[in-house]
């Protein structure tokens, strides 16, 4: 199984509002950087594409470092928050519903194809791949919102 390093993260100028990902593969002294946009989105659902883009772009089951700046994304997959908000119907507890669930089974789907470690990273700190990730996601955001988060929804999601 090849071991692959994988450093993400997401943006929004505005939240909601105009949104961007990014991620950088690593894997045998070479990187690939991907990123993207949406229109109208929120940085939660930025930072999960960001590692969910980059996970789908593994051809074969890896060995997965994947770092990334959000303590909500490190959070709940190290503590198994997202697979109990999935087996409890999407819901957090037994008033409040879930966050961006569609996201989070995606992620949940792609993460069963590997052995994923995942590592936080603090923000805007000098890492210099998680700085990269900021300005290509950023830079996204910007410049990019072509395609619509068709599944974002002021109402559901934040």
């Known amino acids: 199984m090849k071991s692959v390093v994988l450093i993400t993260d997401g943006s929004c100028l505005g939240n909601p509002g105009r949104g961007g990902w990014a991620a950088i593969l690593r894997f045998r002294g070479y990187a ?47 503590q198994g928050w997202a697979q109990r ?29 590997h052995q994923v470690t995942w590592e936080w990273v603090k923000g805007h700190s000098g890492h210099k791949e998680n700085e990269r990730c900021d300005f290509l996601a950023n830079e996204s955001a910007r410049n990019n919102p072509e395609s619509i988060d068709t599944e974002f929804d002021l109402e559901k999601n934040d």
């Open 32 to 78: 690939r950087e991907l990123w993207g946009a949406e229109r109208e989105t929120t940085n939660n659902r930025m930072e999960l594409m960001g590692a969910i883009v980059a996970l789908e772009a593994l051809k074969k089951t890896s060995k997965v470092v994947m770092t990334t700046d959000s303590q909500n994304l490190v959070n709940a997959m190290n």
């Open 85 to 113: 908000w999935r087996s409890n119907g999407w819901k957090r507890n037994k008033k409040d519903k879930a966050l961006n669930p569609d996201l989070w089974e995606r992620l949940l789907r792609v993460v069963n194809k």
